[in-house]
């Protein structure tokens, strides 16, 4: 039987893209261990670079060769996103990114492109996060001229049938029915909320009345609005040859006309650290608990001295936070800290804990106290080490595939960023000094501006959370 | 030393890439037979070496030629138990120091013998002797642990960059995997060959306790695993050991295994002749050889896992067994079927494929698209871990579409399928389809080094020969629509197969309850005053002479969802209004309790309740307002007696039986917060008007207008759920119009 890593910290460091924890010093130790005098040559390593290539009709084309099997990965970013939904119909977008593939296009049933797909064992997918619209293909080389039209075709003609689209919004409405279900989903959802703003579009969620007021003209009209190919990333790796697939690519998408797009401005995120504590009633015996405000964007050169400071805080089982609240203290299940790196606005700066419900007053202290040291005084030699260390080892793995290395890269461009961040991201961690860490500690961990959430029991609190300030019940009538 | 690793990435992709360019068609799996090095040490541990220079990085993959088909009765569990002991760390890995935390073991292993021994009197056992064996048994814990370093080998791995740490014990094998930077080799050579030879079963006990737990969370509360993992093959198995037990084994047993017992188990499968390793990525196969050798080349051989002799009869009768549980209605069927190297292995694989993989297969097409009669169809060729070293079985699980449909159409609907592949030759068009995903999924596991190392290590040991790989497409294609039939027929047959299904619980007689005595009414009393106490107070209770309620309810009935929105005004002793609003209908429905009399009004129809319907409505106010505030509407006294104390889900609870108007409901309080988590009575179905067993959970508890009251309440009759409210308004004392209860107008 599978055991349970700690499955949750994975997953957070592949959003972060933080490196892996590592182990502190064995105090006591006897003899020095085989384990311990282990010398490992140095890794070189430079990950090839996609070829770029601008299309007639404006489509931007990142190309990976990589023949080693025969087969072709797409994928694709468009300029669009949640954030375009108009306030009244929050899901909108999400809505047109799912029906598009099951609703099928102008000339094919959704019941054809399944037969067609599955009998080449290949398959085409749409979808639509917060800051940009997707679309993915897998297929055998051999078969890439019967699934890159069907991308294509949905792509540019999607006929949203009616059918498909209730279909959608039952699954939507029955997903807002059960985010409420763990005390993890809401503060997913919520602590976003109360950094940006309730209905900052890089925080709002959907919900019932919304989805309900969703019609199919509306998702004919989003996407006639924004699928435009000078609108479309396609990042392309695998069995192909440049020239070949470049022609393929502008055959598949003849017809297909460039338009001028306006995109709205988003709201610009307003920076500011005000200590609030903020409570949800839950019956549970664990507490949920994120400590953070605003953070910085990927493009500021602070932001990796922060990922380093991050990690000596709360980045993994060696970390302050780990070794305090679960390792000594045995108050918290779960213990780390980490910056979710923003793309267009600053992301920001989050701790994040789960502890016994009659610990939570005192795991919070622990948190802003150790907030607080890390501004006070220089971490160690051994910390930084140890930390850069687990960030740079794991590295490779952001690169182990052409897909990885081309999905990425389509994002870098969405987002305006240097095409070789990530290798630069590497050198700019292992510059990091101990000076550099205690500097942004001070200028960007502010325990005494952090909005503190809270999910759980309070009569089983080992205090009232009024110890720590005012605190806010969150109403969930109003946050639903 | 260690110049070995040179890593040419680019040069490596650019390499494939010109000797690929050559072939136009399928050329996917073919590829590894030149690229694949098999190096086997003189203690017989076999390495298999793939080469790929994508990226920087290794997937390793080992294979123990042990599983849980390996145990026997009275230790059953040993295979899973061991492979969570495999985390605990080396002499020295996981302590600071071996010598000294050793010394404890003898004393802790004597501890938890006695303390098993004394706990196996059970009735007879000696409480405090218990308690005093524990406390040592704590104590010598905790001295022993002083030296320990937690999760090392995971720490360790970590820290160096690794990825996708974990195990798996099966039926057949168990298995270890792990990727890393490819400059790491020599860090998994260390842990790896260290862990072979020298794992210390440090913190024996309280893992086995761990396990336990796993055991209870995987099989023994959820009705579905049980269902397939155990109570299918253990009923279809009557001989041959893969029908021993559910693959984690049996509490019984696992709570009986011991330090020497597992280290023994350890020491007899764990040798380098029953170990295959597969490591694939970014090496040089010459450099990597010697570094094999140098690490792996002098661990003890070991002995090779014996064959188990037992051979299963040729069944002679369907066999059919039930699992009564509170769940969704489930049906899994198994056939038998020969072992993973009989040359109709492939034919089942096929066979699977057609019936379910895919939105265009035919379980999806006919069951759940056409005649809507499953929300889930699958076909396996091969138990859910079970590799078939041994002659196994074929599975169908399937859930119907409830309650429009049962469990026994459900199964007629599969076999017509079944029938059908014995009758009606296969188009070739599907057979194509198959292959095509067959090819396609080899070709794209070989892009993943993690993938291409399980898949190479276990065709390696389980089949003999990794090798076997490259024939498998060519095998697939020659599978003929006669072939298909002919296996349909001799395995989808009646006497062949075993069906386990889950049925609802039936509605339990209730045990018997103790006596009362005033020690034990004395205890209900005060548990019911603790409850009062965390609802808001006593004083605070008696002091309410009105109030309302306001929520949302869903209603499940015969497969029809019901939403609604209520408010339910209460005077006491002997007033309400409940009304519900139906979206879907338009409507709200009004019923009206005033005393002696009652009323029912919708859609502008009042109605005189008859008097059964206000007996009915009498009862309901009774009990809602019991359960909620735990006092009768009109103060008077209710006998509460205290019953054993019981566990629920995890929580310990005091149990109350409460008696009031000579009915009886039992009431379950969480021990810690004195709220009430559940209630169990008899009553009347409101649609059915049948006398079924009913139950009601309560969570959410908030603070409402000064009471703490659960904001949820999910309400079941005899097992299945019947309505989930949600509470959005409280009002305490509002004073109500008293026009509210009097008849309505028409």
């Known amino acids: 039987m599978m055991?349970?890593?700690?499955?949750?910290f994975i997953a957070l460091t592949l959003i972060l893209g933080l490196g892996a924890p590592i182990s502190l010093g064995r105090p006591g130790q006897k003899k020095s261990r085989l384990i311990d005098r282990l010398h490992f040559p140095e890794l070189h390593f430079s990950p090839p670079q996609p070829e770029r290539v601008t299309l007639a009709n404006g489509m931007t084309v990142f190309i990976l060769e990589d023949h080693e099997i025969p087969n072709v990965d797409m994928f694709a970013a468009i300029r669009s996103g949640s954030v375009y939904d108009p306030p009244e119909k929050i899901g909108?977008?999400?809505?047109?990114?799912?029906?598009?593939?099951?609703?099928?296009?102008?000339?094919?049933?959704?019941?054809?492109?399944?037969?067609?797909?599955?009998?080449?064992?290949?398959?085409?997918?749409?979808?639509?996060?917060?800051?940009?619209?997707?679309?993915?293909?897998?297929?055998?080389?051999?078969?890439?001229?019967?699934?890159?039209?069907?991308?294509?075709d949905i792509l540019m003609h999607p006929a949203f049938r009616q059918e498909q689209l209730d279909v959608a919004k039952n699954q939507m409405l029955d997903a807002i029915k059960r985010r409420n279900d763990t005390p993890q989903q809401i503060a997913d959802r919520i602590f976003p909320q109360l950094i940006y703003g309730k209905d900052h579009p890089l925080a709002r969620v959907p919900q019932e009345e919304t989805i309900r007021r969703i019609t199919r003209q509306d998702l004919i009209d989003f996407h006639a609005r924004f699928y435009h190919p000078n609108n479309v990333i396609l990042g392309i790796s695998g069995d192909v040859a440049k020239e070949e697939i470049v022609k393929k690519v502008e055959r598949a998408f003849a017809g297909w006309e460039p338009q001028e797009t306006t995109f709205p401005p988003i709201p610009s995120v307003e920076r500011r650290y005000r200590r609030a504590i903020y409570?949800?009633?839950?019956?549970?015996?664990?507490?949920?608990?994120?400590?953070?405000?605003?953070?910085l964007t990927q493009r500021d050169p602070d932001f990796f001295p922060v990922t380093v400071a991050a990690q000596i805080l709360g980045g993994g089982f060696s970390s302050r936070m780990f070794n305090e609240l679960r390792s000594k203290e045995g108050l918290a299940y779960a213990a780390f800290a980490g910056h979710t790196g923003g793309l267009r606005e600053p992301g920001y700066f989050f701790t994040f804990s789960e502890t016994r419900a009659d610990a939570t007053v005192r795991a919070i202290r622990t948190i802003l106290r150790l907030l607080e040291e890390i501004r006070q005084k220089p971490v160690s030699d051994a910390e930084l080490r140890i930390a850069k260390?687990?960030?740079?080892?794991?590295?490779?793995?952001?690169?182990?595939?052409?897909?990885?290395?081309?999905?990425?890269?389509?994002?870098?461009?969405?987002?305006?960023?240097?095409?070789?961040?990530?290798?630069?991201?590497?050198?700019?961690?292992?510059?990091?000094?101990?000076?550099?860490?205690?500097?942004?500690?001070?200028?960007?961990?502010?325990?005494?501006?952090?909005?503190?959430?809270?999910?759980?029991?309070?009569?089983a609190f080992d205090k009232p959370l009024s110890a720590l300030g005012e605190v806010i019940t969150l109403d969930m009538k109003e946050w639903k | 030393m260690n110049r070995w690793l040179r890593i040419l990435p680019l040069a490596g992709v650019l390499l494939l890439s010109s000797v690929h360019r050559t072939s136009a068609q399928y050329r996917g799996i073919e590829s590894l037979a030149e690229r694949v090095t098999v190096h086997t040490l003189s203690n017989g541990m076999r390495f298999l070496l793939l080469e790929r220079h994508t990226s920087p990085t290794v997937s390793f993959h080992v294979y123990f030629d042990v599983g849980s088909v390996d145990e026997h009765l009275g230790e059953t569990g040993i295979a899973h138990l061991y492979e969570h002991m495999a985390f605990k760390g080396t002499r020295q890995i996981g302590t600071t120091d071996y010598e000294a935390e050793v010394q404890h073991f003898a004393r802790i292993d004597q501890l938890a013998a006695e303390l098993t021994a004394e706990r196996d009197k059970g009735e007879a056992a000696d409480e405090q002797k218990i308690a005093r064996l524990e406390a040592e048994l704590k104590r010598e814990q905790e001295a022993a642990e002083r030296y320990i370093i937690p999760n090392e080998i995971g720490k360790l791995y970590e820290r160096h960059g690794g990825r996708g740490l974990n195990a798996q014990t099966m039926r057949d094998q168990t298995h270890y995997f792990i990727s890393l930077p490819a400059n790491k080799i020599e860090l998994w050579m260390a842990i790896e060959s260290d862990r072979m030879q020298n794992t210390v079963l440090r913190q024996f006990y309280k893992e086995r306790d761990v396990v336990m737990e796993e055991l209870r969370r995987t099989i023994d509360t959820n009705p579905l695993a049980k269902l397939v993992l155990q109570e299918l093959i253990t009923t279809a198995f009557r001989a041959h050991p893969y029908g021993l037990h559910?693959?984690?084994?049996?509490?019984?047993?696992?709570?009986?295994?011991?330090?020497?017992?597992?280290?023994?188990?350890?020491?007899?499968?764990?040798?380098?002749?029953?170990?295959?390793?597969?490591?694939?990525?970014?090496?040089?196969?010459?450099?990597?050889?010697?570094?094999i050798d140098r690490y792996f080349g002098s661990l003890p051989a070991g002995q090779k896992t014996p064959r188990r002799i037992t051979v299963e009869p040729p069944q002679e009768g369907e066999r059919r067994v039930a699992l009564e549980a509170s769940a969704q209605p489930l049906v899994a069927i198994a056939f038998h079927r020969p072992d993973v190297l009989h040359p109709d292995d492939i034919v089942y694989d096929v066979i699977a494929k057609l019936l379910s993989q895919g939105r265009t297969s035919r379980f999806y097409k006919h069951l759940i698209e056409g005649k809507k009669i499953a929300t889930f169809a699958q076909a396996f060729p091969k138990p859910i871990l079970i590799t078939g070293k041994y002659p196994s079985l074929f599975e169908i699980i399937a859930a119907p579409v409830v309650p429009q449909h049962t469990v026994q159409e459900l199964e007629e609907a599969i076999y017509e399928e079944l029938d059908r592949l014995k009758t009606e030759p296969v188009e070739a068009k599907e057979l194509q389809k198959i292959l095509h995903q067959v090819d396609a999924q080899f070709v794209r596991s070989l892009r993943s080094n993690a993938t291409m190392a399980r898949l190479l290590v276990f065709t390696e040991a389980l089949e003999g020969d990794w090798r076997r790989l490259l024939t498998y497409r060519r095998r697939l294609a020659s599978v003929t629509p006669d072939d298909i039939m002919r296996v349909a027929r001799q395995t989808f047959r009646k006497a062949n197969r075993t069906v386990a299904f889950i049925t609802a619980k039936e509605v339990e007689e209730a045990a018997p309850i103790p006596e009362a005595t005033p020690e034990s009414l004395a205890r209900g009393r005060a548990i019911l005053d603790a409850a009062m106490e965390a609802i808001g107070g006593r004083d605070q209770i008696a002091r309410l002479h009105d109030y309302v309620l306001k929520g949302k309810a869903k209603l499940s009935f015969s497969g029809q969802e019901l939403e609604g929105e209520t408010t339910q005004y209460v005077q006491l002793p002997d007033k309400m209004r409940s009304e519900v609003y139906l979206p879907a209908m338009g409507q709200t429905v009004v019923q009206i309790l005033n005393g002696e009399k009652g009323w029912f009004a919708q859609g502008g129809r009042v109605q005189e309740a008859p008097s059964q319907a206000v007996d009915q409505l009498k009862e309901a106010l009774w009990r809602n307002h019991i359960l909620t505030f735990l006092m009768t509407p009109d103060g008077s006294p209710m006998a509460a007696q205290a019953l054993p104390d019981e566990t629920i889900e995890g929580t310990p609870t005091d149990v109350v039986l409460l008696t009031v108007n000579e009915s009886t409901m039992r009431l379950y309080f969480d021990k810690q917060t004195h709220r009430l988590l559940?209630?169990?009575?008899?009553?009347?179905?409101?649609?059915?008007?049948?006398k079924v067993q009913a139950e009601e959970t309560y969570s959410e508890y908030r603070l409402d207008d000064g009471f703490w009251l659960a904001h949820r309440i999910v309400t079941s009759y005899n097992g299945e759920k019947f309505s989930e409210q949600t509470m959005t308004e409280f009002h305490a004392n509002p004073g109500l119009d008293p026009s509210l209860f009097e008849k309505p107008e028409g």
């Open chain 2, 678 to 690: 559940r209630a169990q009575y008899q009553t009347t179905h409101p649609f059915t008007q049948q």
């Open chain 1, 3 to 8: 055991k349970n890593w700690p499955q949750r």
């Open chain 2, 246 to 291: 559910s693959g984690i084994g049996w509490s019984s047993d696992v709570s009986h295994l011991t330090r020497k017992q597992t280290e023994e188990f350890f020491r007899r499968y764990y040798g380098a002749a029953n170990a295959t390793v597969a490591i694939v990525g970014d090496f040089d196969t010459q450099k990597i050889i010697p570094m």
């Open chain 1, 279 to 295: 409570f949800i009633p839950r019956d549970l015996n664990q507490t949920t608990i994120r400590i953070g405000h605003i953070g």
């Open chain 1, 92 to 152: 909108l977008a999400e809505l047109m990114g799912m029906v598009m593939r099951t609703g099928g296009t102008i000339s094919r049933t959704p019941e054809q492109i399944n037969e067609q797909l599955e009998f080449i064992a290949a398959s085409v997918e749409t979808g639509m996060t917060r800051e940009y619209g997707t679309a993915s293909l897998t297929a055998l080389t051999k078969d890439l001229d019967i699934a890159l039209p069907i991308l294509a």
């Open chain 1, 389 to 459: 260390e687990g960030i740079l080892n794991s590295f490779v793995f952001d690169f182990d595939s052409p897909e990885k290395i081309v999905h990425r890269t389509v994002l870098l461009e969405y987002f305006g960023l240097p095409l070789d961040f990530l290798q630069r991201y590497r050198d700019n961690v292992a510059k990091v000094t101990k000076q550099d860490v205690l500097r942004v500690a001070r200028k960007y961990f502010r325990p005494d501006g952090a909005m503190i959430l809270v999910i759980g029991k309070e009569e």
